[in-house]
Nanobody, 126 residues
Framework: QVQLVESGGGLVQAGGALRLSCAAS????????VGWFRRGAGKEREFVAG????????SYTDSVRGRFTISRDNAKNAVDLQMNSLKPEDTAVYYC???????????????????WGQGTQVTVSS
């Protein structure tokens, strides 16, 4: 069993930045793809960004491409999401997720992930 814990959320003004981190316990994240998702108030959960197990491939939803960057920090056994130029519409609870299978490329849909963190709130004020 693996536990994922998100950190780094908070309140920020529009145009500001936050860095989220997804840390794992119970196993190393090094061999696994990781995804970030979010759920805004009254909205469906949506894919935000994903990274392959080697870190060579990344994918972003259109609304965050060019503003968000996903990266691996194997020394910390974590995957980070750097969020720049934040907008009020980025306000949501952000979740990280990992699959049970090792050595996969970027996974784009929530059904492909087996383990989820409890989420961290990001609020962007206008």
């Amino acid at each position: 069993q693996v536990q994922l814990v998100e950190s780094g959320g908070g309140l920020v003004q529009a145009g500001g930045a936050l860095r989220l981190s997804c840390a794992a316990s119970g196993r190393t994240l090094r061999n696994y793809a990781v995804g970030w998702f979010r759920r805004g108030a009254g909205k469906e959960r949506e894919f935000v960004a994903g990274i392959s197990w080697r870190g060579a491939r990344t994918s972003y939803t259109d609304s965050v491409r060019g503003r968000f960057t996903i990266s691996r920090d194997n020394a910390k056994n974590a995957v980070d999401l750097q969020m720049n130029s934040l907008k009020p519409e980025d306000t949501a609870v952000y979740y990280c997720a990992a699959p049970a299978r090792e050595y996969t490329t970027v996974l784009l849909t929530d059904g492909e992930y087996d383990y989820w963190g409890q989420g961290t709130q990001v609020t962007v004020s206008s």
